[in-house]
T-cell receptor, first 111, second 114 residues
Framework: EDQVTQSPEALRLQEGESSSLNCSYTVSGLRGLFWYRQDPGKGPEFLFTLYSAGEEKEKERLKATLTKKESFLHITAPKPEDSATYLCAVQASAAGNKLTFGGGTRVLVKP | DSGVTQTPKHLITATGQRVTLRCSPRSGDLSVYWYQQSLDQGLQFLIQYYNGEERAKGNILERFSAQQFPDLHSELNLSSLELGDSALYFC?????????????FGPGTRLTVL
């Protein structure tokens, strides 16, 4: 069974204090790893897709990286508007197109 | 705005009732997915439709059913509702049915069962 574990569950940062979120996964054949951002009561907003180990993608203050067992979402010099829950999801080759999500990391950036 | 629309935004109903949630995918997307998000279970995949046909099933209860219509909009029907069905229900869409494809999520329907 595909499993995704995110850590930490919650993260409190000062504005400008860089940090990393972890997503560990166990899948039978990774088709893709996805990062989403979710604000309270809203739908997940797509951030990145990573397909193979060693791949990196960047968007503004966010950078996602992928290894064979985990992915990291680095937040550089965060701002209060980066406060959200960040969700990691995997798509496994044997599981069709469904996404298996981790529990998320709630990030709060204080000014 | 992802381009995926869902109605209604909120739904309050009583146990034992039946409700229908509606989703319109992004223009050009053929696949529609339904997910349930509750506090204790996180985001869980329910079912996928591709161009009108069921493509994949997750842990969807027998009381729940879905369909995708010729215009590609989808409806999720929840019947004999229980308190535990209270959750956020999200629809997502993607272009592909079996290949690589990013899923874009709608704003969700918040269901409250009293």
């Amino acid at each position: 069974e595909d499993q995704v574990t995110q850590s930490p569950e919650a993260l409190r940062l000062q504005e400008g204090e860089s940090s990393s979120l972890n997503c560990s996964y166990t899948v039978s054949g990774l088709r893709g790893l996805f990062w989403y951002r979710q604000d309270p009561g809203k739908g997940p907003e797509f951030l990145f897709t990573l397909y193979s180990a060693g791949e990196e993608k960047e968007k503004e203050r966010l950078k996602a990286t992928l290894t064979k067992k985990e992915s990291f979402l680095h937040i550089t010099a965060p701002k209060p508007e980066d406060s959200a829950t960040y969700l990691c999801a995997v798509q496994a080759s044997a599981a069709g197109n469904k996404l298996t999500f981790g529990g998320g990391t709630r990030v709060l950036v204080k000014p | 705005d992802s381009g995926v629309t869902q109605t209604p935004k909120h739904l309050i109903t009583a146990t034992g009732q039946r409700v229908t949630l509606r989703c319109s995918p992004r223009s050009g997307d053929l696949s529609v997915y339904w997910y349930q998000q509750s506090l204790d279970q996180g985001l869980q995949f329910l079912i996928q439709y591709y161009n009108g046909e069921e493509r994949a099933k997750g842990n969807i209860l027998e009381r729940f059913s879905a369909q995708q219509f010729p215009d590609l909009h989808s409806e999720l029907n929840l019947s004999s509702l229980e308190l535990g069905d209270s959750a956020l229900y999200f629809c997502a869409s993607s272009k592909e049915g079996t290949g690589y494809g990013t899923q874009y999520f709608g704003p969700g329907t918040r269901l409250t069962v009293l």
